[in-house]
């Protein structure tokens, strides 16, 4: 293959991902067809097969992009917010109920591939590591995070994908039940904010006290870091 059909063939591959990304946030994986972005992109629907060796790894791959772009997107946040513990978690949990909002179908897939998956093992077995290294490196920031409000300094040191280390969190029993309080509350947020929990999606209190509630529950989430006593060695507080 010249130097041309190469980069064609990768150009066509990411388009169908990029598209794959798009479409199935739109629709979820009821309607999702990849058989129609083949079409679009002017290709035979067997490029599917050659490219990703079937449509659930087309699906799988698209799946871990977009869980690998929400992670950054909450570390981003984080970054870009003051140096200010109560601010950088408060970014951390925004960012992930604005995402899973934005993201749409890709929810029921990070969340119940089982389900919504008639091959999860492709999903499972490929992207396995990929996902399990993403899924610490966030975890481990959440710690962090927690850690800062608790003692009332941030860390000077970021967590990356290069020094995390999830050990050094997992010994600490109060911080593991207080982060998977902080998580596990964050995403039920964000399917209630985005309108999926459906005995609450026509309920017009529900609409008009949204963002008062989320607010009010993200305050709650910092006071439950914040008082929580993890056992860890306190900040000298300035003398008033």
Known sequence: MDTN??????SIREQFLERTI????RTGPGKFNPGKIARDLGVSVAMINHYFASRYGLVSEAAYIVYSRYIDEMFDAVTRSPRVPEDRLRAWIRTQIAVSNRVGGWGVVLNYPTLSLKEPLVFEDKFRELKLAKFELNLARLAQ????INTGSVSPDEITEENVDPQKFLSNPKLIAVAASIGMSTLGS???VSGSHSPSADSEDSRKYAEFAIASHVEFLIQLAKSTDLGLPQSPQPEK
Not at 5 to 10: E, G, L, V, Y
Not at 22 to 25: I, R, S
């Open 145 to 148: 995070l927690i850690v800062d």
């Open 5 to 10: 059909s190469s980069h064609n063939a990768k």
């Open 190 to 192: 964000a399917v209630w």
């Open 22 to 25: 798009n479409d199935f946030a």
